[in-house]
């Protein structure tokens, strides 16, 4: 993990302003909590992008930990 971290480092040091740094340690950020909780950054990137509305509504539920239950929940068709 702290090889992770200085290479992040290192990398910073490139940002041209401090918006883009900003977001650069929040998308590092998301990239490590997925490793750490077992899933794939890109498939959660992606999950999030695919489903903005719902993330919008409720960012609680699209955590990198909990996000395959909310599709899980999504994907079964409501009781009628």
């Known amino acids: ?3 992770k971290a200085i290479l992040h480092r290192k990398n910073s040091l490139f940002y041209k302003t401090m918006n883009g740094a900003a977001v650069g340690d929040l998308f590092m ?3 490590h909590t997925c490793e750490l909780n ?3 950054p890109f498939d959660y990137l992606t999950e ?3 489903h903005a509305e719902e993330l919008r509504a409720n960012p609680a539920e ?3 930990w909990n996000y395959r239950v909310t599709l899980e929940r999504l994907a079964q068709p409501a009781a009628a």
Request: proline share 7%.
């Open 62 to 64: 699209w955590m990198p």
């Open 48 to 50: 999030l992008q695919r």
């Open 29 to 31: 950020s998301l990239i």
């Open 38 to 40: 077992g899933a794939n």
């Open 1 to 3: 993990m702290l090889k």
